[in-house]
């Protein structure tokens, strides 16, 4: 059973930072390309970074010099640092997962998905 665990969202100030952590378990971490995708209330799920198995990555333009994703092969985990957090980032941000080589950026390719932590930030 795959599972996506993730953690370390909360509250903070605009201009501070968090790092959000999610753990898999239940699949073979390395074959995965990973996502990070947020969402606003009353918004759409939208697309913020993605990295592949063997670490190409991506970020979405809103969120380019401020979030970088990054994994860690050995604790079965992928990171999402968030820098320069504005009120605009506020959202519950969720951590993908699919069998590829692709970076994917579309939600819809993804095959498992964490239940999300809630990020807000306070201006």
């Known amino acids: 059973q795959v599972r996506l665990v993730e953690s370390g969202g909360g509250l903070v100030q605009a201009g501070g930072s968090l790092r959000l952590s999610c753990a898999a378990s239940?699949?073979?971490?390395?074959?995965?390309?990973m996502g990070w995708f947020r969402q606003a209330p009353g918004n759409e799920r939208e697309f913020v970074a993605a990295?592949?198995?063997?670490?190409?990555?991506t970020s979405a333009e809103s969120v380019k010099g401020r979030f970088t994703i990054s994994r860690d092969t050995a604790k079965n985990t992928v990171y999402l640092q968030m820098n320069s957090l504005k009120p605009e980032d506020t959202a519950v941000y969720y951590c993908?997962?699919?069998?590829?080589?692709?970076?994917?950026?579309?939600?819809?390719?993804?095959?498992?998905w964490g239940q999300g932590t809630h990020v807000t930030v306070s201006s």
């Open positions: 993908a997962a699919r069998n590829t080589i692709a970076l994917v950026t579309s939600a819809q390719e993804y095959d498992f």
């Open positions: 239940g699949l073979t971490f390395s074959w995965y390309g």
């Open positions: 990295i592949t198995r063997s670490g190409r990555s």
